[in-house]
């Protein structure tokens, strides 16, 4: 009797150490939007598979693969101006017109999003360097914001320079 006992307990035991514990992934929420304080929260990779499109067709020059991703304009804060710029196709093809080609290397993709808002927002850092038509060559650190809409269109960058 005692050994059906033990052996029971033993095989109670086995089976229940064969019991998966499974981890459950919770939106955790961090940081502070100082003006309202509200928290963020990391984003998707969805959104960061719509930057990389854009920035794709950025260095192949493709305003309209661009434009793809974006409505029929752009509300973009270059880095070197202290005014916004309403952009629309036919400027981004005259601004790539001044360029042989464009090389990007990014750092980093950071999909987030802020508490009270609908879209979201991915902060890429990179090294761009633009081979100008004329020989010279132009290199810039640049850290940009994309502010993506609940539509899934890109409608807002702004951008800093990141020149350490």
Same mark, same amino acid.
């Given at each position: 009797?005692?050994?059906?006992?033990l052996v029971l307990v033993i095989a109670s035991f086995i089976i229940s150490c064969n019991n998966s514990v499974k981890e459950i992934e919770i939106d955790r929420k961090a940081g502070e939007w100082v003006k309202t +304080?509200? *928290?963020?929260?990391?984003?998707?990779?969805?959104?960061?598979? #719509?930057? !990389?499109?854009?920035?794709?067709?950025?260095?192949?020059?493709?305003? /309209?693969?661009?434009?793809?991703?974006?409505?029929?304009?752009?509300?973009?804060?270059?880095?070197?101006?202290?005014?916004?710029?309403?952009?629309?196709?036919?400027?981004? !093809?005259?601004?790539?017109?001044?360029?042989?080609?464009?090389? *990007?290397?990014?750092?980093?993709?950071?999909?987030?999003?802020?508490?009270?808002?609908?879209?979201?927002?991915?902060?890429? +850092?990179?090294? /761009?360097?633009?081979?100008?038509?004329?020989?010279?060559? /132009?290199?810039?650190? #640049? #850290?940009? *914001?994309?502010?993506?809409?609940?539509? +899934?269109?890109?409608?807002?960058?702004? /951008?800093?320079?990141?020149?350490?």
């Amino acid at each position: 009797m005692k050994k059906i006992t033990l052996v029971l307990v033993i095989a109670s035991f086995i089976i229940s150490c064969n019991n998966s514990v499974k981890e459950i992934e919770i939106d955790r929420k961090a940081g502070e939007w100082v003006k309202t +304080g509200v *928290k963020y929260s990391i984003g998707s990779d969805a959104d960061v598979a #719509i930057i !990389k499109k854009m920035l794709s067709s950025h260095v192949s020059l493709d305003a /309209e693969g661009v434009f793809s991703s974006i409505p029929d304009t752009l509300t973009y804060y270059p880095h070197n101006m202290k005014s916004s710029i309403k952009m629309d196709v036919n400027m981004l !093809k005259n601004y790539f017109a001044q360029y042989d080609s464009i090389q *990007k290397q990014v750092l980093y993709y950071l999909p987030y999003n802020v508490d009270t808002w609908t879209g979201s927002i991915v902060q890429v +850092g990179a090294v /761009e360097t633009r081979f100008n038509k004329n020989g010279t060559i /132009e290199r810039d650190r #640049i #850290i940009d *914001k994309f502010f993506i809409g609940k539509d +899934g269109l890109i409608h807002t960058i702004r /951008e800093w320079s990141a020149d350490w």
